[in-house]
């Protein structure tokens, strides 16, 4: 039995709907994952799944613990369970055939882990390494397969999900071509304002993204040089300030004022001071 049930063993009307989906809330694409894989139709896993699939799901599982910095699955390896992160985030990187590491997105609360080498019997196509603290269900490749059988609507969402992460794909790579690597950094910031919200020391309106330059430009798909030309754009605009592995937004309001993400509009930031210009 996973921790976190195990506590309310006393009270099992505690483990309904409202209580289950708690522990793995993360209602928003953009607050769960960032660089595609996210949520489908808004949401991440554990938002789309009924309760009591949810429940069956974690009760298949025991619960794991992470520290920054540890390794939860590694590329190459077999696929041999499945992860639902109950708190913390993730980050996603995988090695070409150099042996360059890249990051390739990062994920929240509500994500589920390592479910398409479960599936297609391979091995692991990236890495995934704690960011922060990180608590998650850990589930058996065979048990999760079983429970995919025995409960329909769980094998829809994995299917659903795995169409999700193709599609996602295929948009990034279609945006390399159609977007500037300004709108490119400028989205990857929008995606990670939900994933560290409620981290940020800036007042209600402001956000700490906690990933360095080199970091933001591998999730942009952009050069190091290009992204922080992007990024020095933001800032002479008053929309951001940089410091060493972080990118603080002052104001939300003036960031999200880009209309369409479109760095070209001429917006400038009030730094988080005053009334925000934005409403």
């Known amino acids: 039995m996973s921790v976190f049930l195990a506590r ?149 969402e994995v299917v659903r999900q795995v169409s999700q992460r193709l599609r996602d794909a295929e948009r990034k790579q279609s945006e390399l071509t159609s977007d500037s690597v300004d709108t490119r950094v400028a989205r990857v910031l929008a995606e990670l304002v939900g994933l560290f919200a409620d981290d940020s020391a800036l007042g209600p309106r402001g956000v700490t993204v906690p990933l360095g330059q080199e970091e933001l430009a591998q999730l942009a798909a952009a050069s190091h040089v290009s992204a922080q030309r992007a990024l020095r754009g933001l800032r002479a605009r008053g929309l951001v300030t940089t410091g060493y592995g972080r990118v603080d937004i002052p104001c939300l309001g003036c960031f999200t004022a880009l209309s369409g993400l479109n760095p070209a509009k001429d917006v400038r930031g009030c730094g988080g001071r005053g009334a925000c210009p934005q409403g």
């Open 8 to 156: 309310v063993a006393g009270n099992p009307a505690r483990v309904g709907a409202s209580w289950c989906r708690r522990q793995y809330s993360c209602p928003t694409s953009a607050g769960g994952a960032v660089g595609g894989g996210g949520g489908v139709g808004g949401k991440v896993f554990a938002g789309r799944v009924r309760a009591a699939d949810l429940r069956a799901l974690v009760e298949c599982g025991r619960t794991v613990r992470y520290a920054p910095g540890d390794h939860l699955m590694r590329q190459g390896d077999p696929g041999d369970c499945v992860l639902l992160v109950g708190s913390g985030r993730v980050k996603v990187v995988a090695r070409d055939g150099a042996g360059h590491e890249r990051l390739l997105g990062i994920r929240g609360s509500g994500e589920l882990l390592g479910e398409m080498s479960c599936v297609d019997d391979g091995p692991r196509s990236a890495s995934v390494v704690a960011h922060d603290p990180v608590s998650a269900t850990k589930i058996a490749k065979a048990r999760f397969m079983g429970i995919m059988g025995e409960r329909p609507a769980i094998a829809r």
